[in-house]
């Protein structure tokens, strides 16, 4: 158990609609990270937070955004979904703002848009 | 830019044999971390080592073992004695905190599979 909480485990939705993705580092942790993860574009970085700022922002659609709350849990909202959107969806935590060490990751959130 | 790739997209081996995982990376930075990680069939994503660019030592842990050779910017990982348990998709990540936008970068993954 890597301490890092990802709801739901699975989700499935229609093309069109948006969902939220919610994740909970481990507790101490301020850095919070997600990737995308399909079969044809492997381990994508999205976005990154660091006690609440954005940090650094990858390949991340405009359709999608995230934020992280005081509390420091993250979510990421994904709009207008389509097929390609299908993927398994990780969120990982640090203590650090920069990656120095091991990032720890959830178990991942699968979406699979119909 | 950094980058990692690892040439081997699928591995199949016979249980008990040493398969070694390839992994070449790309930076400018003098300062950068090496990273592997497994992914089991359950899908999560387990650490496995991190190695930074100042320590070339070669680690091993049981049946495990990595070698890091700044030479020829690779850091490729041995399984000794393959077991199906062994069966993942294992994944060869970089960081350079110095710079890049992305944090930590993977590469496209191999899949090990050990046939009993």
């Known amino acids: 158990d890597s301490g890092v909480t990802q709801t739901p485990k699975h989700l499935i939705t229609a093309t069109g609609q948006r969902v939220t993705l919610r994740c909970s580092p481990r507790?101490?942790?301020?850095?919070v990270y997600w990737y995308q993860q399909s079969l044809d574009q492997g381990l994508q970085f999205l976005i990154h937070y660091y006690n609440g700022e954005e940090r650094a922002k990858g390949n991340i659609l405009e359709r999608f955004s995230a934020q992280q709350f005081p509390d420091l849990h993250s979510e990421l909202n994904l709009s207008s979904l389509e097929l390609g959107d299908s993927a398994l969806y990780f969120c990982?935590?640090?203590?650090?703002?920069?990656?120095?060490?091991?990032?720890?990751f959830g178990e991942g959130s699968r979406l699979t848009v119909l | 830019a950094q980058k990692v790739t690892q040439a081997q997209t699928e591995i199949s081996v016979v249980e008990k044999e040493d398969v070694t995982l390839d992994c070449v990376y790309e930076?400018?930075?003098?300062?950068?971390?090496l990273f592997w990680y497994k992914q089991p069939p359950s899908g999560e994503l387990v650490f496995l080592i991190r190695r930074n660019s100042f320590d070339e030592q070669n680690e091993i842990s049981g049946r495990y073992s990595w070698n890091f050779q700044k030479s020829t910017s690779s850091f490729n990982f041995t399984i000794t004695a393959s077991q199906v348990v062994d069966s993942a998709v294992y994944f060869c990540?970089?960081?350079?905190?110095?710079?890049?936008?992305?944090?930590?970068?993977f590469g496209k993954g191999t899949r090990l599979s050990v046939i009993a």
């Open positions: 990540a970089l960081s350079a905190p110095n710079s890049g936008n992305t944090p930590l970068v």
């Open positions: 507790s101490g942790d301020l850095s």
């Open positions: 930076t400018r930075d003098t300062t950068y971390y």
């Open positions: 990982a935590s640090s203590v650090a703002g920069r990656v120095t060490g091991e990032l720890f």
